[in-house]
Each structure stands twice: as structure tokens, then as C-alpha cells.
């Protein structure tokens, strides 16, 4: 299966599902929530259902529609930590277009609403999150999937590790300095573990009916560093990528001060002088080009960059490498490798 067909699959299983929330959340108070839900997960580059669908795919999963649902539903746990992410870090895009709580606001504020707009927003997309995060969990058991109550605990697990990490992301900027390690321990739980490894457990899990320690051993070896991989990459766009391609502006990363892997190793590395620079400068959320691309040449000239690129070389490499001996059908060893490059070579 291409990846245009998997994402025309996970597409329409999401639209499907949200059609059946529609008496629920309907009427022109309510409305506003399931437009913000569907205009987030309009966008997205769907590598979570991909992993999912092939991880069921190798361990012998047939063609099973049930298995789209479960997928698809993982893209609504991801628009659930968006949707808090940029609350948390006070981001006022994602994908282009208005953060979650930047689109209350303007509701609140072409409303002419009482109180804070700003309260409202944040307020509301808190909600949303919320509310995604619920649906999340719905749609995965309308899967009608066998073997469901033996991924119940790895679902359940998944979701643990997601709002640990982003509590961990919240406790690493309050605490300022960090080391790699402790940027790599936020990285996995926060986002690698639950957009690579555990997707590709659940899916795994899925078709086999049970663990077995293969599929353990893929898991952390082709999951593990494809996610850290994955996150190191995430790393690099936050400050070098092309707001075209990525749907933020440049170097927002920097303005909201993430003490990613990234800027971990420039610390380490750089001078004196130039971590001082970005100890000055990291977190400004008034940080103008001029200091974005001061804060590039100082990551550039301590290393970091290609330190960091060198790594997900070798994590990739070393991903691959064990997807050779692994017993899984040859078309979802082939599919795994090529998601693994797409993961790690991405520009959004």
C-alpha cells in the first residue's frame, strides 16, 4: 500500500468518525469545537498511522478495514498534544494557520464577548485537547480489532508517557540548564516514543495476538532510534527550517526557549563567550531575524548542528540495519525502511 492510499484511508476513517460526533457537539455554541478539530487534523503527515498499520502488516495482518480506525486513531492523541503543546508554549501557529487558542481568542474577540479573550482561548483549546485526547481512546476501541484487550495496556502505557513528557518539557525549561541526556529523556517521552516505538508496538501487538520477545527487540531497536532520529530532526526544523515548509515562523524554537538536544549540545560545545549568547538570547519571545540567525551561527560554529545530523545518520543506519533480520513479511520491511527515511529526512 502507498502512502497516499494509507493517508486516503486514515483520512476518510477520521472524517467518519467525526461525522458521529456531529449530535453531540452541534449547534452554533458547540460548532466552533468540532471546526477547530477538523481543520487541525485536515494537515499532518500521518507517519504515526503508517507505523501502526505496517507494524500489523509485519506480524501477518490482513486486510482488515478495522485496522484503519485504530490507526487513524493515533493522529487524534497527536492533535491532542498540538493542541496543548502550543498553549503551553504560547504559539500562535501551527501548520500554517492559527494555533487552537489563538482561533478561540478571535472568536471571543469578533464576538465581542465579556472577560479576557485571551483566557477564553486558552481556556477553550484547553478543552479541545481534552476532548481529543477522549475521542482518541473512542475510536481506537471501535476499531472492532481482535486482540484489542492485549494492546489495551501498551495504549494505556502510550498516553502515560505523552503527558509525562510533556510535564518533563515543562520542568527542563523551568530548570534552564540541561544536558543531553535530559533533552533526550524529553525528546523520547514527549514525542519518539509514542510517534515511532509504540505505534509500531500497538500495530505489532495487534496481528500477533501477544508480545513475543522479536517483537520487543524490533521495537526498541528499529523503534526506539528511528524516534530519537525523529525528534533530533524535529530538533533542526525548530530553528532551520523554511516557515513554508514547516507552518511556523523561523526559529520559534528559539523564542520559546525549548531546551531541545539541539541547543544541549551547542552548550556543551560552544565558547564561553557564544553560550553566553544563547543563554541571553534563548527564550526571548521578542527574538527578531537578526537574532535568529546570531543564535544559527553560534549552533552552526560549535558543532552541534553536524553532530546532530551525524546522529540521526547513524540512528537511521543502524534502524535499518535491524529490520534485516527481523521476521516480518518482506513488504512491511521494505515499507518500515522507507518510513524510517521519510521520518528522519522530513522538512515539516
Not at 544536558?179 to 509504540?198: H, I, N, P
Not at 500477533?208 to 530519537?228: D, Q, S, T
Request: aromatic share 6%.
Amino acid at each position: 500500500m502507498s502512502m497516499d492510499t494509507l493517508r486516503t484511508e486514515v483520512d476518510r476513517s477520521l472524517g467518519e468518525f467525526l461525522d458521529r460526533q456531529r449530535p453531540i457537539v452541534s449547534g452554533p455554541d458547540l460548532a466552533p469545537l468540532l471546526n477547530a478539530a477538523r481543520e487541525l487534523l485536515s494537515g499532518g503527515k500521518r507517519l504515526r498511522p503508517a507505523f501502526c498499520y505496517w507494524g500489523w502488516r509485519a506480524a501477518g495482518g490482513g486486510d482488515e478495514p478495522g485496522i484503519f480506525v485504530a490507526a487513524a486513531s493515533l493522529e487524534l492523541l497527536q492533535a491532542s498534544a498540538l493542541v496543548h503543546d502550543d498553549v503551553m508554549d504560547k504559539s500562535d501557529l501551527r501548520r500554517g494557520m492559527p494555533s487552537a487558542h489563538r482561533r478561540f481568542q478571535r472568536l471571543h474577540e469578533k464576538s465581542d464577548w465579556y472577560g479576557s479573550a485571551e483566557q477564553f482561548g486558552e481556556g477553550a483549546a484547553v478543552l479541545l485537547g481534552n476532548l481529543l485526547l477522549i475521542w482518541s481512546g473512542e475510536m481506537w476501541r471501535s476499531s472492532g480489532l481482535p486482540n484489542l484487550e492485549a494492546t489495551q495496556p501498551f495504549h494505556d502505557h502510550m498516553r502515560t508517557e505523552l503527558m509525562c513528557g510533556q510535564y518533563l518539557d515543562l520542568l527542563e525549561q523551568a530548570h534552564g540548564e540541561n544536558t543531553f541526556e535530559s533533552a533526550l529523556r524529553v525528546a523520547l517521552y514527549k514525542s519518539g516514543k509514542y510517534s515511532v516505538e509504540q505505534p509500531l508496538r500497538l500495530g505489532l501487538t495487534l496481528a500477533a495476538g501477544g508480545g513475543a520477545p522479536w517483537i520487543e527487540e524490533l521495537c526498541v531497536e528499529y523503534g526506539n532510534r528511528v524516534g530519537i532520529a525523529f525528534q533530533l530532526r524535529d530538533d533542526i526544523l525548530g530553528v532551520f527550517g523554511d516557515p513554508v515548509e514547516t507552518g511556523k515562523p523561523a526559529g520559534d524554537d528559539l523564542r520559546e526557549g525549548k531546551r531541545t538536544m539541539l541547543i544541549a549540545r551547542t552548550l556543551a560545545a560552544a565558547t564561553p563567550e557564544d553560550a553566553a549568547t544563547v543563554r541571553r538570547l534563548l527564550g526571548d519571545p521578542d527574538l527578531d531575524a537578526e537574532g535568529v540567525d546570531k543564535l544559527r551561527g553560534v549552533i552552526e560554529a560549535s558543532g552541534a548542528l553536524d553532530e546532530c545530523e551525524e546522529m540521526i545518520a547513524r540512528y537511521l543506519e543502524e534502524s535499518l540495519a535491524s529490520l534485516d533480520d527481523a521476521p516480518i513479511t518482506t513488504e512491511a520491511r521494505s515499507a518500515l525502511a522507507d518510513l524510517a527515511v521519510a521520518a528522519t529526512s522530513r522538512k515539516t
